[in-house]
């Protein structure tokens, strides 16, 4: 599939340098256009260093290439939850490809976080390997010192 695209592509920069203007319409499947993203997989109930912390360790968790983006959900356990009272159910965290997922949600670099517990959320993201635990505080770091440096260079000038 791959190939044919290419060929396509050569065939359209030949063509579209002769001095005939030509229409040409390429056929890709949504597939052939996704990206794949490199993945965390695993569940915090089955394998302890899941747990959202600082000592993450990222050698021990298993990754899977995924489509589009990785998800990390921070919920609780349905079995543990006696009415309506989710406080007291337990809390894990799931790492894993987007898909797994059942609800229809827009796919984009985001968090959602529970209308009624402010403590669980879904993230998803699109580069590799960004559903750790640890990437999400190297960005919220960047994010600070890249705007210190903004405010601190406007200040000068």
């Not at 044919?4 to 030509?22: D, G, M, P, Y």
Request: aromatic share 14%.
């Amino acid at each position: 599939m791959q190939i044919s695209i290419i060929v396509e592509f050569l065939l359209l920069f030949i063509l579209s340098n002769n001095r005939r203007r030509s229409i040409f319409l390429i056929y890709a499947d949504s597939a052939s256009c996704r990206k794949q993203v490199e993945c965390f997989v695993c569940d915090s109930r089955e394998i302890q260093a899941c747990e959202d912390s600082r000592n993450f360790s990222q050698v021990q968790i298993p990754t899977r290439l995924c489509d589009d983006y990785c998800l990390k959900m921070w919920t609780r356990e349905n079995d543990s939850i006696i009415g309506d009272n989710k406080t007291s159910a337990l809390r894990y965290v799931r790492r894993d490809c987007h898909k797994i997922f059942q609800y229809h949600i827009k796919k984009a670099e985001t968090c959602y976080k529970h209308k009624k517990h402010r403590t669980d959320s879904l993230c998803l993201c699109g580069s590799d390997r960004c559903n750790s635990a640890i990437v999400h505080y190297r960005k919220q770091r960047t994010y600070w010192i890249s705007s210190f440096i903004f405010i601190f260079y406007f200040l000068l000038y």
